[in-house]
């Protein structure tokens, strides 16, 4: 199981409550997470996903990698933090692929609800985004670096 702080443990226990068979849906959270690379981007983050223009998010792979983090599954729960840590929702996973930077597309760069409404807009911030990510990793970032893209659902929220 993820390690959560306490108010984001109290909140799942709290969403495990709600459901019909919460023994089978403990066993099924991935993580507790925060969008972005600072306090200002998760709350931004967090404010685009309760509004439901964020449907779409990925990470590097050599992130998990590098963490020895498991992926997350299709049916799986992660709970969304703000810049605080403090939970602001559950989301489930609905897909999941793992797609070269260059496969991105459009459909994807606009549920990602951020960054611009454009496929080269999307591009552009995210390669400046993991271009960073990728040298506080020792690597080199590319059109082939491979991204863990993730569509998602709130289920929960505060």
């Not at 449907?55 to 709970?79: A, R």
């Not at 609800?113 to 999307?122: K, N, P, Q, R, V």
């Not at 506080?136 to 993730?150: A, D, F, N, T, W």
Request: with cysteine; aromatic share 10%; hydrophobic share 40%.
């Amino acid at each position: 199981m993820a390690t959560l702080n306490a108010a984001t443990e109290a909140f799942w226990a709290k969403f495990l409550q709600s459901r019909a068979n919460p023994s089978a849906t403990a066993t099924l959270l991935c993580e507790a997470f925060r969008i972005g690379d600072s306090e200002q981007s998760a709350d931004e983050g967090a404010r685009l996903i309760l509004s439901g223009a964020k449907t779409t998010t990925s990470s590097l792979l050599w992130e998990y990698d590098k963490l020895g983090k498991p992926l997350p599954l299709v049916g799986s729960f992660s709970i969304l933090e703000d810049g605080r840590g403090k939970p602001v929702c559950i989301v489930e996973t609905t897909w999941l692929e793992i797609l070269q930077f260059q496969e991105v597309d459009a459909d994807f760069a606009v549920a990602y609800g951020e960054w611009g409404d454009t496929l080269a807009s999307w591009r552009q911030h995210a390669w400046t985004y993991y271009s960073k990510q990728c040298g506080l990793l020792g690597r080199k970032p590319s059109l082939q670096m491979l991204l863990v893209c993730e569509r998602f659902r709130v289920v929960h929220a505060r």
